[in-house]
């Protein structure tokens, strides 16, 4: 199916090719185009072109009206105040678009990228051997949305899960077992998911707490970290069962959050392993990474301490040990070379902003980033209570995912038994699970990833406002309208004259393709957030307006399902795109 041309973009040719005739010189001009309360759209690029010819603005745009062919797609073009243009287009227009994107169910007219791309994505990065917590649920959600929306624009994305599953605290919590066998109660050895993770969890804050108050014990885990990196068969095999234990916990935690992870995609930071010796030779041989009292440092002329002196990346250690930067740069170079990545993307808390920068500058004049390839870190803020501070416990812990999601799960659940109508016991636990997941979900991806956000469940359950709740059931209300049409299908007639209410749904909706296009470039989730919830919203108020199944004709009532059919397969593909489900009946 070939991909729709939208009306703003018919209607942006159309006044681009007037101001070209009026004004050659101008070249290409742009006329400024958007949607306006005024009419459905106003143009305000003539008042710069004009003062830049030495023109009258109002002249110039009288024109450029003298000019545009009105009839097919631009009903009423008049020029406004100094020279603006307001433009109001054709109700078979808007019918006829529509119907376009109506006969391409699965994508709805919305075009592949011209040149689309290898974006490798770096994203839900959980520590092994340790509880994921409400922190690590931002990367995991907007990552996994982007996801969506850049294959569906047809970017070739690889998704990478960059676990923690290396360095100091597997030393350490090693050790610790090896002298405190008894701990590791598993029983019958059935214990998994996340009564294995708590077990693990408990064992790591036990580890911690001796090593850092027993040096002695220090000195034992540093030497058994020694023995893992060297590949000591004893303690690679208790590693390995650690990572084994806390990936059969993360899948079931993902799967919770009706994501997809795939083992593949795991790449922990123990997978570049046998890179870190080579990417530490290759700076230190380009002069890019110099010896600093025995440490392998790259220096950088804005980042300095607090008493004014340089503070540098320190890819190895002068104990010979790598830091977190060495191995993500040799993650770099393994996407870059081997997976040949145009784009590299990083769905990383904002705290980590400094520490990403100076590795993308290290990897620019390593020649690893260049012009044609690029690292992005799409920054995120934090969650945050109802009070404002971040989100913690009563005791002052951080809140374990696993809790939050099973309470949003349960408040839904609540919230679906209320309303339901001839839902069984089954439906109702169903539905709640993709309503409360949804919910946090919305709540996330509504917000700008890079705002902090406040954690409120009995707001994101709710029916009112823009929360993901009142998009499912905006799409639940359409889904039982179409069931009570019975043998009436829905069928665009262009002929009809539309209502005020109709003209704006139908402008909404053919604005998708361009909303997703946007969306996926800027990685902004939230923008479709925002395009779905004013569809939602002019949805409300249509039907508030337009009976459907009592309109006036029979054509009426096939274009006005054809509208609501329209309408919730939009709702469909957009909320589906932000990763979250809508259910036929609520």
């Given at each position: 199916m070939a991909s729709v041309t939208s009306l703003t973009a018919s209607v942006h040719q159309r006044l681009a090719d007037a101001l070209s005739a009026a004004l050659p010189e101008a070249g290409a001009a742009d006329p400024l185009l958007r949607r306006s309360d005024r009419a459905d759209f106003q143009a305000n690029g003539i008042l710069a072109l004009a003062k830049k010819a030495k023109a009258n603005p109002r002249e110039l745009a009288a024109q450029v009206v003298s000019r545009v062919a009105t009839g097919d797609v631009i009903g009423e073009i008049e020029v406004s105040g100094p020279g603006f243009l307001n433009i109001t287009v054709t109700d078979r227009a808007i019918t006829e678009n529509l119907a376009a994107r109506y006969a391409d169910p699965e994508r709805l007219g919305v075009p592949h990228a011209e040149h689309p791309g290898t974006t490798v994505i770096d994203y839900a990065q959980p520590n092994v051997a340790k509880e994921?917590?409400?922190?690590?649920?931002?990367?995991?959600?907007?990552?996994?949305?982007?996801?969506?929306?850049?294959?569906?624009?047809?970017?070739?994305?690889?998704?990478?899960?960059?676990i923690g599953d290396w360095g100091t605290q597997f030393g350490m919590l090693i050790q610790y077992l090896d002298e405190h066998p008894h701990e590791l109660d598993h029983g019958s050895g059935e214990v998994t998911g996340e009564e294995a993770m708590s077990n693990l969890d408990r064992l790591y804050k036990a580890a911690r707490?001796?090593?850092?108050?027993?040096?002695?014990?220090?000195?034992?885990?540093?030497?058994?970290?020694?023995?893992?990196?060297?590949?000591?068969?004893?303690?690679?095999?208790?590693?390995?069962?650690?990572?084994d234990e806390s990936k059969i916990y993360f899948f079931s935690v993902f799967e919770k959050l009706d994501m997809e992870i795939r083992d593949a995609d795991i790449v922990g930071e123990s997978g570049y392993n046998d890179m870190l010796a080579e990417t530490c030779r290759l700076l230190e041989?380009?002069?890019?990474?110099?010896?600093?009292?025995?440490?392998?440092?790259?220096?950088?002329?804005?980042?300095?301490?607090?008493?004014?002196?340089?503070?540098?990346?320190?890819?190895?250690?002068?104990?010979?040990?790598?830091?977190?930067a060495a191995t993500d740069l040799s993650a770099i170079r393994d996407r870059v070379f081997n997976l040949k990545a145009d784009t590299l993307l990083y769905v990383v808390d904002a705290r980590q902003s400094l520490h990403f920068k100076m590795v993308f500058e290290t990897a620019r004049?390593?020649?690893?980033?260049?012009?044609?390839?690029?690292?992005?870190?799409?920054?995120?803020?934090?969650?945050?209570?109802?009070?404002?501070?971040?989100?913690?416990?009563?005791?002052?812990?951080?809140v374990r995912l696993v809790d939050l999601l099973d309470e949003a799960i349960e408040r839904a659940s609540a919230v679906v038994r209320e309303k339901a109508q001839d839902l069984s016991e089954e439906e109702i636990a169903e539905r709640g699970a993709q309503v409360g997941i949804g919910a946090v979900k919305y709540a996330d991806l509504s917000t700008s990833a890079s705002r902090d956000y406040k954690f409120d469940l009995d707001q994101m359950v709710s029916l009112n406002g823009d929360t993901s709740v009142y998009l499912q059931y905006a799409y639940a209300r359409i889904r039982s309208i179409l069931r009570k049409a019975g043998d009436v299908r829905p069928a665009a007639h262009p002929e009809l004259a539309l209502h005020e209410a109709e003209r704006a749904l139908g402008l909404h909706l053919d604005a998708f393709a361009e909303l997703v296009a946007e969306a996926a470039a800027e990685y902004a989730p939230h923008k479709l957030a925002a395009y779905l919830y004013q569809l939602a919203s002019l949805y409300t108020s249509f039907y508030d307006k337009c009976p459907v199944l009592k309109a006036e004709t029979p054509a009426?009532?096939?274009?006005?399902?054809?509208?609501?059919?329209l309408t919730a397969r939009t709702l469909h593909r957009g909320m589906a795109l932000l990763g979250i489900r809508t259910p036929e009946r609520l």
């Open positions: 994921m917590h409400v922190g690590h649920l931002r990367s995991a959600v907007i990552g996994d949305s982007v996801v969506q929306l850049l294959e569906f624009t047809g970017e070739t994305v690889v998704r990478r899960h960059h707490k001796l090593f850092d108050s027993d040096e002695e014990f220090k000195t034992r885990a540093r030497r058994r970290v020694v023995d893992l990196q060297a590949g000591d068969e004893q303690t690679l095999a208790m590693w390995q069962k650690f990572v041989e380009s002069g890019v990474a110099v010896r600093s009292e025995g440490a392998l440092c790259v220096f950088f002329d804005d980042v300095k301490g607090p008493d004014g002196k340089p503070v540098p990346l320190i890819v190895q250690k002068s104990d010979g040990g790598y830091g977190y004049r390593a020649g690893w980033l260049n012009d044609d390839v690029t690292a992005v870190q799409l920054a995120f803020g934090t969650v945050l209570g109802k009070d404002g501070k971040p989100f913690k416990t009563r005791e002052g812990e951080t009426q009532v096939a274009n006005r399902l054809f509208l609501c059919d």
